[in-house]
């Protein structure tokens, strides 16, 4: 019988890390245009007849991402390695277990979408995380992967987030084709503003989610969001993303 793996306690976020960003997740521009990517591949997924159905979000933290998968129709199962991540889930009403990203509490091929939104970083084995999605996805299934991008801008904000790489292209592709996925599409996120960022990230935590004036966040988010205007997704940002599917 296989053993479950023992769990670094540095794979999770910190508790006042935590709160800060449930604390910025709704009016922060950097969180505000991920839940914008995300709606977009949520409502591509429903025009290729791909959903909404069944779905885990591993890496939950406070919630928020599985609340915006709900209220897309999908029926979602949370789960977080952090007690005070589930904690917070639970308190905004989110269905949310704790669990290792590695030794997921489901059936194999039970999911028809699989989201890995900023978890894979914190995973020192993070194939066998990989190998998770890919068994608990059906035939068919779809993961969705965002990972931090680059290890020139590793920084102590990485420490402080439990992560313990940033990645490649190469890196996150193959990655994937080593579970068995098969990508559909990678590409960057975050390129336009990749320098302002480089710059902050050695010199303050959080420099994404500390507190603006509304208009210095609005004019953030609408760089992010010039990005779907110009053909730059192939250049270097701070994220990868990634929607890959398991074969039938």
Request: hydrophobic share 45%; with cysteine.
């Amino acid at each position: 019988m296989a053993l479950r793996p023992a769990i670094p306690s540095s794979w999770t976020v910190d508790t006042l890390e935590l709160r800060r960003i449930a604390e910025a997740q709704d009016d922060n521009w950097w969180y505000r245009e991920r839940r914008a990517v995300l709606t977009r591949e949520l409502n591509l997924l429903r025009t290729w007849g791909r959903g909404p159905g069944t779905a885990v979000d591993i890496g939950a933290g406070p919630g928020d991402t599985a609340r915006l998968l709900a209220r897309h129709g999908w029926r979602t199962t949370a789960v977080d390695l952090s007690y005070d991540a589930v904690e917070m889930a639970c308190a905004r009403g989110v269905d949310c277990r704790q669990a290792d990203a590695r030794w997921l509490p489901l059936p194999a091929g039970s999911v028809d979408l699989a989201l890995a939104w900023d978890v894979l970083a914190h995973i020192e084995d993070d194939d066998l995380a990989a190998a998770e999605i890919a068994r608990v996805l059906r035939p068919g299934g779809t993961a969705l992967v965002a990972v931090p991008c680059d290890m020139a801008l590793w920084s102590a904000r990485d420490l402080a987030l439990g992560r313990v790489r940033r990645y490649t292209r190469e890196g996150l592709a193959r990655l994937l084709a080593g579970a068995g996925l098969v990508v559909e599409r990678m590409w960057s996120w975050n390129v336009l503003l990749r320098p302002l960022a480089r710059w902050h990230r050695h010199r303050m935590n959080g420099w994404e989610i500390r507190p603006r004036h509304p208009l210095h966040d609005r004019l953030l988010g609408a760089v992010l969001a010039l990005e779907d205007l110009l053909p730059v997704r192939s250049w270097r940002g701070t994220t990868l993303l990634a929607r890959a599917r398991l074969p039938k």
